[in-house]
């Protein structure tokens, strides 16, 4: 089991510089539930004057997905292990050049219309980097 102070350090979030872009905000960290673990990133963004999660990946053990909106529609959906082998990877390839899309499809047609692509993109090798450093060692 691990010990307290472990456990403390391992839920709180990777605060980075580089984690902001275009108006997103980029929060990591490592989530255990009662059956799976693995760094998550959420995608935070304003809308209507709140911070308003807009997607988050759960780069899981056991079973990786997506959310689109999962403080409101939550629409989950799966990764298939078979062809995804390395699910922080694919979530940085996914999110590569489709930060619009997938914040349209999460419900926030405004917040997309004003995302710049080129500084998202940017930004991803330093949210991969959090991603990977949120794992615990040992």
Not at 33 to 45: F, I, K, M, N, Y
Not at 110 to 121: H, M, Q, V
Request: glycine share 8%; proline share 6%; hydrophobic share 40%.
């Amino acid at each position: 089991l691990p010990t307290v102070e472990k456990a403390l350090r391992d839920s709180i979030p990777t605060e980075m510089a580089g984690l902001e872009a275009s108006g997103l905000r980029f929060a990591v960290d490592y989530r255990t539930t009662a059956h799976d673990r693995g760094p998550s990133l959420r995608v935070l963004g304003d809308v209507d004057g709140k911070e308003v999660q807009l997607l988050r990946f759960d780069c899981f053990e056991e079973e990786p997905h997506f959310h689109y909106d999962p403080q409101g529609k939550n629409n989950r959906i799966f990764l298939n292990k078979a062809r995804v082998t390395d699910p922080i990877a694919w979530t940085i390839e996914y999110l590569e050049g489709n930060f619009a899309s997938l914040v349209r499809i999460a419900g926030y047609n405004r917040l997309a219309d004003t995302l710049n692509e080129g500084a998202l993109n940017a930004a991803l090798p330093g949210v991969e980097k959090a991603l990977r450093d949120s794992i615990p060692r040992g």
